[in-house]
């Protein structure tokens, strides 16, 4: 798929935004897992494939934690409507772009399976903030993880060749595991952003921390080929967190002092 230059840019810069890095990279690694598990696969569709949907699980996310409440009902608007649209409305909004990018990806075999899928997933993630305690908030991510990965697999399977499901169990083992540890990252965050259905304590956290290490080794003793992807997810992670928090804080500051010089 050739997108039209000016949307190819816009399409390119949200690749590049420190928000998404985390999402960025994660074909790279899906790709490598792919190898180690001795599949065959069209590289170049793969990677575009991946690419488009990460990114748009992490602007859609970004878009429903800001208080967009009707980014589900405009997402699945836009996924029904057949052919993607490219026209100025698209590159005027993050969310539409990468639904119609996304859109450009899907396969008459496999569409009517992504879509509700995504209608899971999103009722998964909206229903999450119901969470009153450490350990249905656990399960939440978990499903969420799972389910994320398990769409991923979907979108590329057409192009896959090979013994799948072993790699299908595998991403979706990574996937809950990923979900929690960025659960683990952001829990003050959301909290403070109003996320979370219950106040987290001390021995919550513990209870997280826990649980990404116990379903972590037993991943990584069962696949040691590929367990420093999961050290190196995780370090990128931590990494991006703080890089947008300060280009973020950086941002404010700039404004205040651009107020300030008008005032």
Excluded: W
């Excluded at 994660?26 to 793969?46: H, K, L, M, S, W």
């Excluded at 934690?65 to 996924?79: A, K, N, P, Q, Y």
């Excluded at 513990?206 to 420093?228: N, P, Q, T």
Aim: charged share 30%; net charge negative; with cysteine.
């Amino acid at each position: 798929m050739t997108l039209p230059s000016n949307l190819q840019g816009s399409y390119d810069d949200l690749a590049r935004d420190p928000k998404y890095q985390h999402f960025a990279r994660i074909p790279d690694r899906i790709i490598q897992c792919i190898d180690y598990f001795g599949i065959a696969c069209n590289r170049e569709v793969t990677q575009a494939r991946l690419q488009a949907y990460y990114l748009f699980i992490g602007v859609v996310d970004d878009a429903i934690d800001s208080g967009r409440i009707d980014t589900g009902r405009f997402v699945f608007d836009h996924l029904g409507r057949g052919a993607p649209v490219f026209d100025e409305a698209t590159q005027r909004s993050s969310v539409r772009l990468i639904t119609e990018i996304l859109k450009s990806h899907l396969c008459e075999e496999t569409r009517p399976l992504i879509v509700d899928r995504l209608r899971q997933l999103y009722e998964e993630v909206v229903s999450e903030p119901g969470a009153t305690s450490i350990e249905s908030y656990i399960e939440h991510r978990k499903s969420v993880g799972s389910l994320t990965a398990d769409l991923s697999f979907i979108l590329i399977r057409p192009v896959l060749t090979g013994e799948l499901e072993r790699l299908r169990h595998f991403m979706k083992q990574v996937g809950a595991i990923g979900c929690l540890v960025d659960s683990l990252i952001d829990l003050r965050a959301d909290r403070r952003l109003g996320l979370l259905g219950f106040k987290p304590a001390l021995t919550d956290y513990a209870r997280l921390s826990y649980s990404i290490l116990d379903e972590g080794l037993r991943v990584s003793l069962k696949h040691a080929g590929v367990c420093g992807l999961f050290v190196r997810a995780i370090v990128d992670n931590v990494r991006d967190r703080f890089r947008a928090e300060r280009e973020l804080a950086q941002l404010i500051s700039e404004r205040k002092d651009e107020v300030a010089s008008v005032a």
